[in-house]
């Protein structure tokens, strides 16, 4: 056996031992220290991700619903111009909006709102996967397409052979909606017609005017004219839809004489700038000033006397743009 031989060991005194314990102390609680402020700023981090996460939603949530509210009446008068398509029409009966045909039943609007899911995912495919399946079909004459029996078959090939093309539905989901697109169709199909008969039994009331302006009567005679024409027309909203028609026709004035040449070479006189800097944005954010607006509605009234604006009304217009400007910043940030 080999003998081990045992040195004198070195002794460390009290005060050593207590130093070097202290020291190590020290050591491991700095490195603790900078553990916890890693998770600490890590877990700050993801906080305020999902913070901004729901703050975006909500944002783009209240702001959308405001900018409806605040645009009702260019709303309605589009649908009084046009029929629109039939993912239009699609996008309408799954949002809610006024109906001009049959009330759609609970099954048949979550069948509604499944295609437009299939539709808005089949629309957000890159290009080579999106020609892959629908070629360059848009809309819902993508889902007439993938309907058919022969494409069925060969969508789901692709589907099984690409794994890198991802649907908001597929196998069986997926067939239940191809399988419910002919009720579907049917439902927007009747909710066109519905349209068309309506826009032709106001299209008296409508003769001689756009429909912006007639809807500043919306709490009048043509209120009551779109309601005999069967224009689901919400009463509720006639006086706040009379009233917007009119400052959007305010608004399209003033900024018929913001672009006319002679406006806005007074206003680079005035304001000692050069014709070419005097745009659209400036003079809305000029005209909150009561003195600007106050000269700018006297210009205005030297070119066109007959069409003209008092200052204090062109002010309030300008807040208005302002405001309207703002929430559509703020959808914005919402939607990034």
């Not at 975006?56 to 649908?79: C, F, P």
């Not at 993938?146 to 997926?174: F, H, K, V, Y």
């Not at 309030?316 to 910043?329: D, G, Q, T, V």
Request: net charge neutral; hydrophobic share 45%; with cysteine.
């Amino acid at each position: 056996m080999k003998q081990i031989d045992v040195k004198d060991q070195p002794s460390l005194g009290a005060a050593r031992t207590l130093r070097l314990t202290i020291n190590g102390i020290r050591y491991r609680l700095f490195r603790s220290a900078v553990t916890v402020t890693v998770i600490v700023v890590a877990i700050a981090f993801l906080t305020n991700s999902l913070a901004e996460g729901l703050v975006r939603r909500a944002v783009a949530a209240d702001t959308t619903k405001e900018l409806k509210t605040v645009g009702k009446a260019r709303s309605w008068a589009g649908q009084l111009q046009s029929v629109g398509t039939r993912t239009g029409i699609l996008d309408a009966l799954v949002a809610g909006e006024p109906i001009f045909g049959p009330t759609p039943d609970a099954t048949l609007l979550g069948q509604l709102s499944q295609t437009q899911t299939l539709i808005q995912s089949l629309e957000s495919l890159s290009y080579g996967h999106r020609r892959t399946l629908v070629h360059n079909r848009t809309g819902t004459t993508m889902l007439d397409y993938l309907a058919t029996t022969d494409q069925r078959a060969a969508t789901e090939a692709a589907l099984t052979t690409n794994r890198r093309i991802r649907l908001s539905a597929e196998g069986p989901a997926l067939g239940a909606i191809l399988d419910a697109w002919p009720t579907v169709s049917a439902a927007i199909d009747a909710e066109s017609a519905a349209r068309k008969a309506a826009l032709k039994a106001l299209a008296p009331a409508l003769a001689g005017s756009t429909p912006l302006e007639c809807l500043t009567e919306a709490d009048g005679p043509f209120g009551k004219q779109m309601l005999d024409a069967g224009v689901p027309f919400p009463s509720a909203d006639s006086a706040l839809i009379a009233e917007q028609a009119k400052e959007a026709l305010e608004q399209a004035k003033l900024e018929k004489f913001m672009s006319m040449a002679s406006v806005r070479q007074r206003v680079a006189a005035r304001q000692d700038l050069l014709p070419n800097d005097v745009t659209a944005p400036y003079l809305w954010k000029s005209l909150r000033s009561k003195k600007f607006a106050d000269w700018f509605a006297t210009a205005c009234a030297e070119e066109d006397p007959e069409a003209v604006l008092a200052g204090e009304r062109l002010q309030e217009l300008a807040e208005h743009y302002r405001a309207h400007r703002r929430l559509e910043s703020a959808a914005a940030f919402g939607a990034g």
